[in-house]
């Protein structure tokens, strides 16, 4: 059996991509191949293609944040925090503080299951042509193929999508409802999930780089860690779609719950998850190699 190597030239001279997009990048992908006609003949080929991920935070504006993000983060935090101090000023009147307490905890436990279910369905139905959630659809794929661009990505920018929908979610609740208790389980809740995606890029993070602060709760468990997140960029690309706290990775994917769900939209509706045709080319982590590797 012999092997050898194959490389084939990027699209275009690496010299022109330096000059337009900055330090360059080129993503290998390796096959095997049987060709004929040498039976057993396995030829180990090397592509190298050219990909234009978004790169750092200086030089694409894709990643930066604008004051319409901005904007919608404030707005997103503005309606939590008016649900944070109905809770305080309704609780302190009739000194409750237990059920407040509780409710808060399970607003915090089920929002990791919140941004589970809601990571699932991004990850597995719908692309960028879908109404209303078609850009989140594609920065969802964009995020495996391209998952070390989330660290680089302002926070307003990552968050301003699910800050939008918690304000139009928690603004009306603010407006009709002032019971404590409920108000601690929606102040809590509604924080986890506006802040899913900052925990999220931070269980992406080097952890010498990450505050200390973030990476003692990542070792706690209450934030999702890295090690726990990690399992969801490795195929089948199926499990660990929780990014709060994690808790309940284990749990769901240990009972096959979103393969259950699955086949449950399958059987009714013939849909079939972006899961089930893993690994291919659309999904599978490219990865970065900095241009002193090209030599
Ligand atoms: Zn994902
Ligand atoms: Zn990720």
Redo the contacts with the bound molecule.
């Keep these: 059996m012999a092997v050898s190597f194959q490389i084939k030239n990027p699209l275009r001279p690496i010299t022109n991509i330096s000059r337009s997009y900055g330090p360059s990048r080129v993503i290998t992908t390796c096959s095997v191949t049987t060709t004929n006609p040498q039976p057993n003949l396995e030829r180990l080929v090397v592509k190298q293609r050219l990909v234009n991920p978004p790169l750092s935070k200086d030089n694409d504006q894709t990643l930066q944040s604008t004051w319409n993000h901005r904007l919608w983060v404030a707005a997103g935090c503005t309606t939590v925090f008016a649900s944070f101090a109905k809770s305080i000023i309704g609780g302190f009147g009739p000194n409750i503080w237990l059920e407040p307490a509780l409710a808060s905890y399970a607003g915090y436990v089920l929002a990791d299951l919140g941004s589970g279910v809601y990571h699932w369905v991004i990850d597995n139905y719908g692309d960028e042509s879908t109404p209303i959630v078609g850009t989140q659809l594609e920065a969802a794929q964009g995020?495996h193929k391209w998952?070390w661009t989330?660290t680089r990505r302002q926070f307003a920018n990552n968050s301003h999508a699910i800050a939008r929908a918690i304000t139009f979610t928690v603004l009306p609740l603010n407006l009709a409802f002032n019971n404590p208790v409920f108000h601690s389980f929606l102040s809590t809740f509604a924080f986890c999930i506006l802040f899913s995606q900052q925990f999220?890029a931070w269980?992406?993070g080097t952890k010498s780089k990450l505050p200390p602060l973030v990476v003692a709760l990542q070792d706690m468990g209450l934030l999702v860690s890295r090690k726990d997140?990690v399992g969801?960029?490795r195929a089948p690309y199926n499990s660990n779609y929780c990014v709060v706290s994690g808790a309940w990775n284990k749990v769901l994917d240990e009972n096959k719950f979103f393969a259950a769900l699955e086949m449950v939209l399958y059987l009714h509706f013939g849909v079939s998850p972006r899961s089930w045709n893993e690994p291919n080319s659309d999904w599978t982590e490219e990865t970065e190699i900095s241009s002193n590797n090209q030599a």
């Design positions: 995020h998952p989330i999220h269980a992406h997140h969801h960029h």
